[in-house]
């Protein structure tokens, strides 16, 4: 690695370090997963020695990484503001890291449909925590009530639907590209519905 960039070099030896004591691994143990000695590893942590591109491939190997990602910089861009959907009472960010997936925040104010052919099934897979009340999520033929605090997980091919119990709840929900197409989809054929009742 060139060392003209001090920052980046800097960065990128924290990293290192950091990785190796997220995976408890003292220097002995790194090292040998990465063919190095020990006192190489102690100073290329600590700088004093060059960093050089074969070694930097090998220790994202060794620490189960990849090199892009050991010598990525900080986006100056940390702060991402919400795009607010007022006519379905939602908030949504994506996630510049994967561009495919959106992170949503809804509030549910009525409860869960009766009639089954309000359920969607779409392809993707769908994540989902409570904030505050309880859910009620309807997948296939099965009913799950999520209270506050817990999450859920979900393949979206599963007809689902969600709805709020004994008042109105707050759920955060991060879905992938096909998720959320096919809420998109599904917001789009139901033009007139109640857009708070059902999470499709």
């Not at 591109?53 to 861009?77: F, I, K, P």
């Not at 993707?124 to 605090?149: C, K, N």
């Amino acid at each position: 690695m060139e060392q003209g960039n001090d920052e980046l070099d800097g960065l990128v030896r924290k990293r290192i370090r950091a990785l190796r004591l997220a995976q408890g691994w003292s220097l002995e143990e790194l090292a040998g997963r990465a063919n190095l000695s020990q006192s190489s590893l102690s100073r290329i942590e600590n700088g004093r020695r060059r960093l050089a591109l074969d070694q930097l491939v090998t220790l994202a190997r060794a620490l189960d990484t990849t090199l892009d990602q050991l010598v990525e910089t900080a986006s100056d861009d940390v702060i991402i503001s919400p795009v607010i959907d007022s006519a379905r009472g939602r908030m949504q960010w994506p996630v510049k890291g994967d561009p495919g997936v959106t992170v949503v925040r809804q509030r549910v104010t009525g409860p869960p449909p009766d009639n089954p052919a309000r359920m969607r099934a779409h392809p993707g897979r769908e994540w989902l925590v409570v904030l505050s009340g309880t859910a009620i999520l309807m997948l296939g033929h099965r009913r799950f009530r999520v209270e506050t605090h817990q999450a859920a997980e979900f393949p979206t091919m599963l007809p689902h639907a969600m709805g709020a119990e004994g008042g109105p709840c707050d759920v955060l929900g991060i879905l992938d590209r096909d998720a959320r197409r096919g809420h998109q989809r599904a917001a789009r054929g139901a033009e007139g519905e109640d857009p708070d009742a059902t999470l499709t």
